[in-house]
């Protein structure tokens, strides 16, 4: 049996290599040798609720430290961020995340594509419109000569039901510097 981490490309690989050298096996047998992880939309929901500054800005710490880390390209950093529609303090945040991307090192993004990928996700939003996309920039860079690729952009998905609503963010793994709303 095989294990493996990565994409639905490369299990798709390992599949079909396995009953191209094994051609007397069903589709089934294949399928019962190979068992993957292939990645996650992973949220950070905010609650509902009325927070100071100072917890605004330790939620916007974390959440950026897990973006950030490897240049996004890890399966559990963070790649949506839910709040609710009606939250007073959604904008108060919002600044406190930019502040917080800007304030942090990136960190190159190190996974072959990552890039490439990022870029064609946020392509999908800015078609929609430039206001539902926000790049930040940082120009500080842990360990490695700086890439404007490495700096995280936000996009703007809408609210689920209503008009103009994309969820494309959320379906697709960014594994790299995207972040969703």
Not at 93 to 113: D, I, M, S, T, W
């Amino acid at each position: 049996h095989v294990h493996i981490t990565g994409s639905l490309a490369t299990d798709k690989a390992v599949r079909s290599t396995i009953a191209k050298s094994k051609p007397h096996l069903s589709s089934e047998e294949v399928d019962a040798m190979v068992s993957s992880e292939l990645g996650a939309s992973t949220p950070f929901i905010l609650a509902d609720g009325e927070y100071t500054e100072m917890e605004l800005i330790h939620a916007a710490r974390m959440l950026v430290f897990s973006k950030k880390a490897n240049g996004g390209c890890n399966c559990l950093d963070t790649q949506v961020i839910i709040m609710s529609k009606g939250w007073k303090q959604k904008d108060d945040f919002r600044n406190a995340l930019y502040e917080e991307v800007k304030r942090q090192h990136n960190q190159p993004c190190y996974y072959p594509g990552s890039r490439e990928s990022a870029k064609e996700m946020v392509q999908v939003y800015r078609d929609l419109g430039e206001e539902r996309v926000k790049v930040i920039d940082c120009d500080k860079t842990t360990g490695a000569v700086h890439n404007k690729g490495d700096n995280v952009t936000v996009v703007e998905c809408g609210t689920p039901g209503e008009a103009g609503y994309e969820d494309s963010a959320i379906k697709m793994e960014a594994f790299g510097p995207v972040l969703s709303i």
